[in-house]
């Protein structure tokens, strides 16, 4: 089992910036893959953006220039740096770990951070 803990959501003005956190542990050696899931309400979940354990990465076409990913593999950890934030930005963010980016839905799951962008 992995266990994923976010950090970092909170209430940011459009145009602001956050930096979500999330640190894994428990059985690391088996995910490579790590990225971000987000749900605003009444819509379905998206993968935001993902990354290989070598750093290769990708967005979604929304957040493009605007977020970036990255990762830490000696401490287990993922950023997503939010910059430029839209209010339609504001949803639930989940860290989610798998064997690979295109099959991150079905790995393991954060509880998820609320982000809400709002004036």
């Known amino acids: 089992q992995v266990q994923l803990v976010e950090s970092g959501g909170g209430l940011v003005q459009p145009g602001g910036s956050l930096r979500l956190s999330c640190v894994a542990s428990?059985?690391?050696?088996?995910?490579?893959?790590m990225g971000w899931y987000r749900q605003a309400p009444g819509k379905q979940r998206e993968l935001v953006a993902g990354?290989?354990?070598?750093?290769?990465?990708n967005y979604a076409d929304s957040v493009k220039g605007r977020f970036t990913i990255s990762r830490d593999n000696a401490k287990n950890t993922v950023y997503l740096q939010m910059n430029s934030l839209k209010p339609e930005d504001t949803a639930v963010y989940y860290c989610v770990a798998g064997v690979a980016v295109a099959t991150l839905k079905k790995g393991y799951w954060g509880q998820g951070t609320q982000v809400t962008v709002s004036s």
């Open positions: 428990g059985s690391i050696g088996s995910i490579s893959a």
């Open positions: 990354i290989t354990s070598t750093g290769s990465t």
